[in-house]
């Protein structure tokens, strides 16, 4: 079993409709992080989030750390909005930085 | 903005040759870090570094080295590449405990 497991795999959403993308995890974290890539893109960083919830923009990152548990929501979908989404447990590795354990992604499409 | 460079968007190497993938970051970041994407793997963690010639084993580092001379470059070496090799390979730097930014990836083929 993956340390980090992200559910669905793969989602397709009509424009407009609000998309979940939900993530668990089986270790101790220090943050959550959510990641966006485009396909044949670079990785961009959404959120870091350590409690509670993020806003920014049409995107919101939650995260209940009792049940090891995060979510992405997407209001308002479009179709730029297809990518692959990436949760990633930063895990203390005891030294100045963290370790990122990743899931292995949710790819989104978003149909017009 | 930060920005986090690679030195090649595609690759193409024989078995058996030496390769050099190149990373720099402009933003004096502490951290920097080399991963492999696969699919259905998602990434992994090869090697990383926390300052200047410091360098860590991540979960794949087999077949892999790494060099950390300057603070803003980290180069990441296949001493001699194999076809079980070939995969999507990203950078990433970051502050402590921060956020991590992502190069554009390099697109390495092994024939």
């Known amino acids: 079993k993956n340390e980090v497991e992200q559910s669905p795999q793969n989602l397709t959403a009509q424009e407009g409709e609000f998309i979940t993308i939900n993530c668990s995890y089986s270790?101790?974290?220090?943050?959550l992080h959510w990641l966006q890539q485009h396909p044949g893109g670079g990785i961009v960083s959404l959120f870091m989030?350590?409690?509670g919830k993020k806003k920014h923009g049409r995107l919101i990152a939650t995260i209940n750390i009792q049940e090891k548990h995060s979510s992405l929501h997407i209001t308002a979908s479009h179709p730029r909005d297809s990518a692959v989404y990436i949760c990633?447990?930063?895990?203390?590795?005891?030294?100045?930085?963290?370790?990122?354990?990743f899931g292995t992604g949710t790819l989104l499409a978003v149909q017009p | 903005d930060v920005k986090v460079t690679q030195s090649s968007r595609y690759l193409v190497k024989r078995t058996g040759e030496k390769v050099f993938l190149e990373c720099v970051q402009d933003?004096?970041?502490?951290?920097m870090f080399w991963y492999r994407q696969d699919p259905g793997l998602g990434l992994r963690l090869i090697y990383f570094?926390?300052?200047?010639?410091?360098?860590e084993k991540g979960d794949i580092p087999e077949g892999y080295s790494v060099s950390r001379e300057k603070k803003e470059r980290f180069s990441l070496i296949l001493e001699s590449a194999s076809t079980n090799q070939t995969s999507m390979y990203l950078c990433?730097?970051?502050?402590?405990?921060?956020?991590?930014?992502f190069g554009p990836g390099t697109r390495l083929t092994v024939l």
């Open positions: 989030l350590s409690s």
């Open positions: 933003m004096d970041h502490e951290n």
């Open positions: 990433a730097s970051s502050l402590e405990y921060n956020e991590q930014f």
């Open positions: 990633a447990a930063a895990a203390n590795y005891g030294g100045a930085t963290n370790k990122l354990i």
């Open positions: 570094s926390y300052d200047v010639k410091m360098k």
């Open positions: 270790v101790g974290i220090s943050a």
